[in-house]
């Protein structure tokens, strides 16, 4: 069965850091664009930041020049550090594939279970 699991999350306080990881589990072949979301309570899920296979990468306003995206295409993850935590960034933080080649084969917008980010002023 293919999956996401994402680690990493936690409490911190405000001005720290955060680093969020997603692996992808399963017979796979290829892996297509991958990204963080998050959703804080009484709000929408949002983008956060997404990179594509070929490593271009994409943010949020809001956490332009605080987080930076990665992945690892051999491990099948992605990374999220998130530096200069705010309170605002608290939320449950989801990982995304927008597409996968599997041995059962193609699947689409694929979620992890959501990883908890809480930040104290």
């Known amino acids: 069965q293919v999956q996401l699991v994402e680690s990493g999350g936690g409490s911190v306080q405000a001005g720290g850091s955060l680093r969020l990881s997603c692996k992808a589990s399963g017979i796979i072949f290829t892996i297509g664009d991958m990204g963080w979301y998050r959703q804080a309570p009484g709000k929408q899920r949002e983008l956060v930041a997404t990179?594509?296979?070929?490593?271009?990468?994409n943010y949020a306003d809001s956490v332009k020049g605080r987080f930076t995206i990665s992945r690892d295409n051999g491990e099948k993850t992605v990374h999220l550090q998130m530096n200069s935590l705010k309170p605002e960034d608290t939320a449950v933080y989801y990982c995304?594939?927008?597409?996968?080649?599997?041995?059962?084969?193609?699947?689409?917008?694929?979620w992890g279970q959501g990883t908890q980010v809480t930040v104290s002023s």
């Open positions: 990179i594509t296979n070929g490593d271009y990468t």
């Open positions: 995304n594939v927008d597409r996968m080649t599997t041995h059962r084969g193609p699947q689409y917008n694929i």
